[in-house]
Structure formats: structure tokens, C-alpha cells
């Protein structure tokens, strides 16, 4: 008998995990494995930080199986082809869906940046272009379907916009794979995915501070569940990354039954968030024009004339503050009373803070500018009341509904509390005021600070799909540290 040309160690190892042949007892390593996966399709509970040490790898794969439990597809109720709706009544921040992707396809920045191996596919039938990771998810793809045809049905549900797809798959009794429908599928339904959201924030916040513009993801992948989930400016859920796991929680308190809407468009920027650019590319990209409350809204009411003044002032005295050309140089107090006292004094003022009572919808400009005014009085060392005012204003004009005592009406005294009665838009820089908030309730209510620490957490488990590294990164951060923040969040 032949020598097995397989090393020893080698065939032990395959065996642990492939289990011996002819040995219906599958290996320890195996069952632990199959274990974890049911538990965690079942539970929806995830050891999130080895999670992120499997994620550290090249490719970022992590081994974990997909929960699913709280959302379904259904016809959309937005005339959309179809949706995900929730199963189940949940709560801001829990975990609707934790998807292992169908397809991932890993290209380091480095990598795709070089021109000589730029990885562009262009298909002139279907008029797709394919860059990067999302050129070698084609071939992924492709060889997927071909070895595992039981997955195409699933695939044929996928978005694929006009194009028709090939009805009959099996040819000659051989299964055949539509590469022209796999390529629009991952044009439209493939999403840029960084290694994780977590690594994703944190680089972005350096960036920001350096005045360097946030690079596009070069890694791509394809989540079927996921892929069904439709747009709107005003979201009710985030998605998040770990490797080729995909993270969606709700942002907001949801009905049994709710259609779950997240941004195609979500950015670091409050204003990017909601801007033109965006809207042309959905349409572009997917014919779809967004009539949500808010695009409806901005449209009839164009209302950049109400925030130009208040936020170019406000910019003004930030840049004074913060982009002073020597920190030792001391910045002229009275100086920065006076441009806030002409602030202040401008008429756009009321129409500006009642814009998002007035038309029910958020406005991130605001939120803008009460952050900036909020870091201003930091700066001033002004009480921590005024700037508690500021920050809770900041969320409401994003749509936030708080209960909040102190800071007090004048006069009034009420028991201290501090409730979230309903969510608004969690964009990134929700975080950022949280953080301050922490801070500020150190010195305004030290009673309030476990439940603001609480909300503190459940917003950075929407924008990180997790809370477990909540400790290590949700610091208490200096005043100083946390204006540098809101500065370079506000662009
Ligand atoms: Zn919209």
C-alpha cells in the first residue's frame, strides 16, 4: 500500500474538522462547531470579540453562522419589489439580522489602489461596470452558482433592476450560470465593506481631524437578506460590519410587521447624509427617486438660506478656536463672546431651531449648529446646563424625543430624569453627543449617568453592530478632546 502522500499531522487536522471517513461519529472540534452555529441562529448571541480576531485575518472570513429570527422577505408596501420587515416587536438597538455573506470578496486598499492591477470588468450589454473587490466577487459568484445550483433560486431573488434574467438553468442536464445576471445583482445589491465598522470609525475620525476625505471600500460582498432591505433618508435601522458578517440593529422602537429602511447613502457627515449628489446617484444607480418626509420636504422648501449665516459664524468661531496656528497662542475670549453674542442675534435663528417641529422632519443643520454652539460653551467653560441644552437640542432636531431634567426650565424643579422616549436619526455623530453627554451630566446630575451611559451604549452598538468593546472605546473623553470631536465631525 501506498505511502499517503498527505503529512500525518496534515490528514489529523482534516480529520478533526471533516470528521474520519466511515466514522459516523463526527470529531469533537466538529459538533462544538455545529453547536455554536445553531446557538447562535437560534440566540442570536455572538462572542462579538473573537469575532474581530478572526476578522484580522487576509481574507477578514469569520466563522459564524447567520441569525435571522427577527426580520422576513415580503412584498414591499412601498411598491419596491420586495423588503425585510421585522418578525417581532424590538427595541432601538437590538439585533434584527447577523447575516454570513453569500459572496465576499476581499482587496486591501493598497492592493486596488494600483494602477496596474486595477481589477475593472465592464459589461456593454448590461452597462456594468465592476471595480475592485466587486470584480472578483463576479468570479466568486459565478463559481459558486455553478458548483452549488441549489443556491440559484435564492439568487434569482435577488435585485437585478430591468434586466431579464435566463429562465432555464439546466442545459444538456448540466447546470449553466447567467454570468450577465450575477454581474448586475452584485452592481446593484453588492454593498463596500470595510474590515470592520468598528476599525472603519476609528480611522475615519483620524481622517477627519487631518481634513482627509474618507476613501470608498475596495472589499465588497453580497448579503441576500440584507440585499432586500430598501432605502430612505430617514432610517429605522444601521448596518455594520465584522469580516463578511453583516450587523443590523434597529435604530429606532419597531412594530411586529414594519418594513426596515436604512440609507444607501450613510455617511460620516450629517449634511452628506441628506445631500442632491446622493439623491442623482439613486436615481442613477437604481431609477429610484426618494420621496420620503424629508425629501419631499427640502424640495418644496429649499432652506439653506435659513442655516448659512448661523453656521458660517458658527464655523468661524470654531476655526478660531481649534484651527489657531499655534495652540500656545491664547484665543481671545471676549473675542469669541462677541461673535457669539452676533449669533445670537441673527433673525434666521427661531425658523432654524423650529424648522424640524414646523416640518416634522430632521434637520441636520441644526443639529449642526446647537453641536457647534454646545462646543463653543465648552470652550468658554461656560455652565454645563447651557451646554447639556445645546447637545439635547442637537438630538431633538435629528428627530430624538427626550425627556431631560436638569438642565431646568428657570424656576422649575422637577426630579431628575432622563429618558429617550423616542429615537430620531442615528447618524455617526449621535456618538459624538453622547460622549459629551457623559461628560456633562459628570458635573450637571451624576444620579442620571448610569442611564445616560446605557443610551451611550445602545448608540454604539448601532454604529459598531455590538457593545462588547463599548468600554474600551466609549471613554469619557477631556472637553477638549471631545469639542476636537464634534469640530471634525461637523466637516
Ligand atoms: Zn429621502
Redo the contacts with the bound molecule.
Keep these: 500500500m501506498a505511502e499517503p502522500r498527505v503529512p500525518i499531522k496534515w490528514r489529523e487536522a482534516f480529520f478533526n474538522i471533516h470528521g474520519k471517513p466511515g466514522h459516523s461519529q463526527p470529531s469533537p472540534l466538529v459538533t462544538w462547531k455545529s453547536l455554536k452555529h445553531r446557538r447562535q441562529s437560534e440566540t442570536g448571541n455572538y462572542d462579538f470579540p473573537s469575532m474581530y480576531q478572526e476578522a484580522e485575518a487576509d481574507p477578514p472570513l469569520v466563522d459564524c453562522a447567520t441569525f435571522a429570527k427577527p426580520v422576513e422577505v415580503r412584498k414591499s408596501l412601498a411598491e419596491r419589489g420586495s423588503g425585510l420587515f421585522t418578525t417581532q416587536n424590538v427595541s432601538a438597538g437590538d439585533l434584527l439580522l447577523c447575516e454570513k455573506a453569500l459572496g465576499y470578496a476581499w482587496a486591501e486598499e493598497q492592493f486596488a489602489c494600483r494602477s496596474n492591477r486595477p481589477g475593472y470588468l465592464a459589461f456593454s450589454d448590461t452597462k456594468v461596470g465592476l471595480v475592485g473587490g466587486q470584480a472578483r466577487l463576479l468570479a466568486q459568484l459565478i463559481q459558486k452558482l455553478r458548483l452549488n445550483p441549489e443556491i440559484q433560486s435564492l439568487f434569482q431573488q435577488l435585485y437585478c433592476g430591468e434586466y431579464k434574467a435566463v429562465a432555464d438553468l439546466v442545459v444538456d442536464g448540466q447546470s449553466v450560470v447567467d454570468t450577465f445576471h450575477v454581474a448586475k445583482v452584485i452592481a446593484l445589491s453588492g454593498m463596500g465593506a470595510p474590515r470592520s465598522s468598528r476599525a472603519d470609525f476609528q480611522v475615519q475620525q483620524k481622517n477627519r481631524k487631518r481634513g482627509f476625505s474618507q476613501p470608498g471600500y475596495f472589499s465588497c460582498g453580497l448579503w441576500s437578506l440584507a440585499s432586500h432591505i430598501n432605502h ?2 430617514i432610517a429605522n435601522c444601521r448596518r455594520s460590519f465584522i469580516g463578511d458578517m453583516l450587523i443590523l440593529r434597529a435604530t429606532r422602537d419597531l412594530a411586529e410587521g414594519d418594513e426596515l429602511f436604512f440609507n444607501y447613502y450613510a455617511g460620516p457627515n450629517n449634511g452628506g447624509l441628506f445631500s442632491r449628489e446622493a439623491q442623482r446617484k439613486l436615481t442613477r444607480v437604481w431609477g429610484y427617486t ?3 418626509n ?2 419631499t420636504t427640502r424640495s418644496q422648501l429649499p432652506p439653506a438660506a435659513l442655516w448659512k449665516r448661523p453656521l458660517d459664524l458658527i464655523r468661524q468661531i470654531t476655526d478660531l478656536i481649534y484651527n489657531h496656528p499655534s495652540r500656545a497662542m491664547q484665543v481671545n475670549g471676549s473675542r469669541v463672546r462677541s461673535l457669539l453674542g452676533e449669533v445670537q442675534g441673527l433673525e434666521e435663528l427661531t425658523k432654524l431651531r423650529s424648522y424640524h417641529i414646523v416640518y416634522s422632519v430632521p434637520n441636520p443643520e441644526s443639529t449642526n449648529f446647537h453641536l457647534g454652539l454646545a462646543s463653543i460653551h465648552v470652550w468658554l467653560k461656560d455652565s454645563p446646563e447651557i451646554v447639556a441644552i445645546n447637545l439635547l437640542d442637537g438630538l431633538r432636531c435629528l428627530g430624538f424625543d427626550i425627556t431631560a431634567y436638569p438642565p431646568n426650565p428657570r424656576g422649575i424643579l422637577t426630579p431628575a430624569q432622563f429618558i429617550v422616549t423616542s429615537w430620531g436619526v442615528a447618524t455617526d455623530i449621535v456618538l459624538s453627543v453622547f460622549s459629551m453627554l457623559i461628560t456633562v451630566y459628570k458635573t450637571l446630575c451624576s444620579e442620571l449617568l448610569p442611564a445616560v451611559r446605557g443610551y451611550g451604549r445602545r448608540v454604539y452598538s448601532m454604529m459598531m453592530g455590538q457593545e462588547a468593546t463599548a468600554a474600551y472605546d466609549f471613554v469619557d473623553l477631556s472637553p477638549e478632546a471631545q469639542i476636537e470631536t464634534i469640530h471634525a465631525a461637523l466637516g
Excluded: G, I, K, N
Design positions: 430612505c433618508c426618494c420621496q420620503c424629508f425629501c
